[in-house]
Each structure stands twice: as structure tokens, then as C-alpha cells.
């Protein structure tokens, strides 16, 4: 079953309103957790590293005023679109692992942003 | 940085023939894993090689990791409609570089 949750799986929002898509491990604890987003028929962009307990690191060329991200415990990661515009519109998707393992990556199963 | 490239990037097959996606790159990596990912969820990760000239079997599935632990390849062997997908490679450890990935279309 899922080990990374993401919620919502798809939202419908006006230019200039803020989303919040939220990412959650469900069976262990990550200190740290990715941030991508994909373009159709595209590969996957990693936009952020989020760091449970301190800022996250941006990507070069991603505005970290305009994607806010938030790890403020070791099984949810939040990432809000503020201000959105139709260019945001994307596939959002996290991923996680479990602490310490060095296991490979899980990933949620991604949020459907749309901005009319 | 690292980079990988992946090719080809798009594939339209019939079902039963057999095709190869390349991964490749000009720095080393301590392992690649190999993704597929349907329309509208997550990647879905198939399998990671980590020793330089691994190979691994899945099912009709093999991937191979080059001797020099800089390039992979994934062989279907008798694709079906049900291997349709975008199918990713990436390495890197936990910040994953992604190759452009190869979207594949197996028709019936």
C-alpha cells in the first residue's frame, strides 16, 4: 500500500488565491522530503528539499516567496502556491524515505493544480 | 552536476515486439533506479541496480547497469498494452536527478 500520502489530488483555484497541497509518510518518519513538479509528458523537476525542523532548500530559478514550503513535523511537508497563476498550473508530487534506511524513494501519487 | 540522458523519448509499439530504453551518463553513480509512471499518479519504482554490470529480471522486464556504473538500460521483452507508460531513470541518492524519460505506447 501507499507509504507517502498526498492530498489533494487535484484542485481547481482563481488566479491569485493560495493553495496548500500537503504531503504525508504514513508508516515512518522523514526528516527530509522532495518537492517535484512535472509538465505533461515530462520528466520530473525537483523544485525543493524540505527539512523537518528548518527552512527548505530551493532549486535554482524556483521563487521560494511564491512556493512556500513548511516540514513542521517528520511526517508532513506542506507546500502552498501563493498567489497562484494559470503558469502554475503543473503536477505537484513529494516523496520521502524512511529515516536512516537508505531505502530508495516513495512518492505520492501527486496534486492536479489548475488555475483559471 | 549530474545528468542523465535518457532515450528514446517517445515509443509507439505493437504488442508482442520488444524494445530497450537507455539511460546514460558521463558521471559515475552509486546506483540508478528504474520508475514507471501512469497519468495522473506518482512514479511507481520498479527496481534499483547498484553493482556495475548488475542485472536484474522482472518479469519481462531486465535492466542492466553498465560496468562502469555510468549508464543502465531497461528491455521489455514481448511488451504488452498494459507496459504503457512514461518510464523514468534517475540517480543520485536521495536529491534524484531524472532522465527527460521515455513515454511508451504499446497498441493491441
Known amino acids: 500500500g501507499a507509504v507517502v500520502s498526498q492530498h489533494p489530488s487535484w484542485v481547481i483555484c482563481k488566479s491569485g488565491t493560495s493553495v496548500k497541497i500537503e504531503c504525508r509518510s504514513l508508516?515512518?518518519?522523514?526528516?527530509?522530503m522532495f518537492w517535484y513538479r512535472q509538465f505533461p509528458k515530462q520528466s520530473l523537476m525537483l523544485m525543493a528539499t524540505?527539512?523537518?525542523?528548518?527552512?527548505?532548500?530551493?532549486e535554482q530559478g524556483v521563487e521560494k516567496d511564491k512556493f512556500l514550503i513548511n516540514h513542521a513535523s517528520l511526517t508532513l511537508s506542506t507546500l502552498t502556491v501563493t498567489s497562484a497563476h494559470p503558469e502554475d498550473s503543473s503536477f505537484y508530487i513529494c516523496?520521502?524515505?524512511?529515516?536512516?534506511?537508505?531505502?530508495?524513494?516513495?512518492f505520492g501519487n501527486g496534486t492536479r493544480l489548475t488555475v483559471t | 552536476t549530474q545528468l542523465l540522458e535518457q532515450s528514446p523519448q517517445f515509443l509507439s509499439i505493437q504488442e508482442g515486439e520488444n524494445l530497450t530504453v537507455y539511460c546514460n551518463s558521463s558521471?559515475?553513480?552509486?546506483?540508478l533506479q528504474w520508475y514507471r509512471q501512469e497519468p495522473g499518479e506518482g512514479p511507481v519504482l520498479l527496481v534499483t541496480?547498484?553493482?556495475?554490470?548488475e542485472v536484474k529480471k522482472l518479469k519481462r522486464l531486465t535492466f542492466q547497469f553498465g560496468d562502469a556504473r555510468k549508464d543502465s538500460s531497461l528491455h521489455i521483452t514481448a511488451a504488452q498494452p498494459g507496459d504503457t507508460g512514461l518510464y523514468l531513470c534517475?540517480?543520485?541518492?536521495?536529491?534524484?536527478?531524472f532522465g527527460a524519460g521515455t513515454i511508451l505506447r504499446v497498441k493491441s
Open positions: 516523496s520521502a524515505n524512511r529515516q536512516g534506511s537508505g531505502s530508495p524513494l516513495h
Open positions: 534517475a540517480g543520485g541518492g536521495n536529491k534524484l536527478v
Open positions: 524540505s527539512n523537518e525542523g528548518s527552512k527548505a532548500t530551493y
Open positions: 558521471s559515475v553513480f552509486s546506483s
Open positions: 541496480v547498484v553493482t556495475g554490470g
Open positions: 508508516d515512518f518518519q522523514a526528516t527530509t
